[in-house]
């Protein structure tokens, strides 16, 4: 067994027998305005990236939830990618990212102009703690992809949450979080990055080790979630590696499986993404998808 997989299984293990010692440490605020740090991850969501594969996953999972022709709000959009791969793959749908970082909304509205998809994604400078004001009439979906954790404290979490549920009260749209979640173990977020992504940038693997370290417990979203009363939400934590949480409700609005066949314009997957897209599919088997 190479040195990876040790440490992997040791990363497993101390996970799965651990008492909850990390803490969690909002990440530091300048930290996604960086250029390098935006170039970094901007790479990591590219062909060989290690960002494909979550994004193909969401993007399966935010098809199943979009009606044809409907409009998705994306929160915390970084600089775009999910968004660009998600509406190449849905050409009938329409998309709002908002983000808060200048340096990521310019970056994503130079990708989406380069792909051609401006007259159908609109990408924003916008507060994840105060957003429906700023939202069309027309709503299906709103998701949240690895931004989460970029919340300072526990309070702008509350926000968030409260303006998605008057967003869904107001629309009945459907709601689909993704994001990591904290470690037991103050190990595993600087084990993480070196097993997953050894070869990506160092500020790439420092951003992972400081996403983990800042994100929230599944137990913490879950009640963050339920106490606003949104419906039958739906929470579930990664099987066997429980660094990963999904939480989501349905829309009054969905995509049948027989019309997400006909829209999803597919694209096939290098080998090494869908081997991670199809781990990462299998650490949430209650995760339906419309193909």
Not at 31 to 40: E, F, N, S, V
Not at 49 to 61: D, E, I, Q, R, S
Not at 146 to 159: E, I, K, Q, S, V
Not at 259 to 265: A, D, K, S, T
Request: hydrophobic letters at 40%; glycine letters at 6%; a positive charge.
């Amino acid at each position: 067994m190479g040195s990876k997989n040790l440490n992997l299984l040791w990363m497993l293990l101390q996970e799965a027998f651990s008492r909850p010692r990390l803490q969690r440490q909002p990440e530091p605020t300048a930290a996604m305005g960086d250029p390098q740090a935006i170039r970094a991850f901007h790479e990591q969501g590219s062909a060989g990236g290690a960002l494909l594969p979550v994004y193909h996953f969401n993007a399966l999972a935010a098809s199943y939830r979009l009606p044809p022709n409907g409009t998705l709000v994306d929160l915390g959009s970084g600089s775009g990618q999910y968004l660009a791969y998600l509406a190449q793959r849905r050409p009938d749908i329409s998309i709002l990212g908002l983000d808060l970082a200048e340096g990521m909304v310019a970056a994503g509205q130079q990708l989406l102009a380069e792909f051609g998809l401006s007259n159908r994604v609109r990408l924003q400078v916008g507060d994840m703690t105060c957003f429906s004001s700023q939202l069309p009439e027309r709503i299906h979906l709103i998701s949240s992809i690895f931004a989460l954790h970029h919340l300072p404290g526990f309070d702008d979490l509350n926000r968030c949450i409260s303006e998605i549920a008057q967003v869904r009260k107001k629309s009945g749209c459907a709601v689909w979080l993704f994001d990591h979640a904290r470690p037991k173990h103050p190990r595993t977020p600087h084990l993480f990055p070196e097993i997953f992504t050894p070869d990506a940038p160092s500020v790439f693997r420092f951003d992972s080790r400081n996403s983990l370290i800042a994100s929230f417990s599944f137990k913490e979203i879950c009640h963050a979630l339920d106490s606003f009363s949104m419906g039958p939400m739906e929470h579930h934590c990664a099987r066997f590696m429980r660094l990963y949480q999904v939480h989501w409700i349905t829309g009054q609005a969905v995509c049948s499986q027989e019309q997400v066949y006909h829209l999803w314009h597919d694209e096939k997957l290098p080998a090494l993404a869908y081997q991670r897209f199809a781990a990462l599919r299998a650490l949430f088997p209650a995760v339906r998808f419309g193909k």
